[in-house]
């Protein structure tokens, strides 16, 4: 007969259970002695490790935001290209990324927004303000720089998380379905094209795309002439 598990595996495999569950039926739609079966424990054990199911729920979002740490990090790299062109395609790959990958995270955080809201917010806002707020001081050396459009950076990365969010495949990652690679490439590629329409001031950042009306950019070969 083998020893019973230690506590820290007994509270993994309740963290993990009460993730799935909370995921899938939401915070009243679950009970701790679905949870405690999903764990494979009884539901005292279950209050012996936390006291209230409310602990629960904040335990499993905090370790399901774990994964986010990984994006701060890559985050950092990509600012460091600092030309849009290069970074806004990056920054769309990872927001894309996360919606399809990471289901039981966003499934979590639509959960606590919902159904939780009075902490939710601050809760949310711990774990994504450093990476917000990389991004959003990205955007302000850009504007500054007139790399691109002189537009509000709070309300663009606001924008550009609520377009990613509002994804038509979206519904199929909420359902358990995620969408294939091939999906995500395609979404990354349609919104960059998007983002970078909407934020480069086209003449002045992409000369190559039309040589502007007023003032002509003449080349090396034709100055020279």
Known sequence: MGSPPKTSERTDRIIQAAAQLFARQGYHGTSTREIARLA???????????????????????TSFSGLRV???????????????????????L?????????????????????????????CHQHLSPIVSAFTSYLTRCV???????????????????????????????????????DSRDAIRAYTKFWLEVL????????????????KIESPSEAAE
Do not use: Y
């Not at 994006?71 to 790959?93: C, H, M, N, T």
């Not at 996360?98 to 917010?121: D, N, S, Y």
């Open 200 to 215: 480069i001031p086209q003449p002045a950042l992409r000369p190559w795309d039309a040589t502007p009306a007023v003032a």
């Open 71 to 93: 994006r701060k990090d890559l985050l950092a790299g990509i600012i460091a290209f600092e030309a849009p062109e290069i970074v806004l395609p990056q920054i769309l790959s």
């Open 144 to 182: 500054e720089s007139q790399r691109i459009r002189n537009l509000d950076p709070h309300m663009i990365t606001s924008a550009m998380a609520m377009t990613v969010m509002v994804h038509p495949e979206l519904s199929r990652v909420f359902s358990g379905t995620p969408p294939p690679h091939s």
């Open 95 to 123: 927001l894309i990324e996360t919606v399809t990958f990471k289901p039981q995270l966003l499934c979590l955080i639509a959960v606590a927004l919902i159904e939780l809201r009075w902490k939710a917010e601050s809760v």
């Open 40 to 62: 494979d424990i009884s539901e005292n054990t279950l209050f012996r490790h936390f006291e209230r199911k409310e602990d629960i729920f904040w335990t499993a979002l905090d």
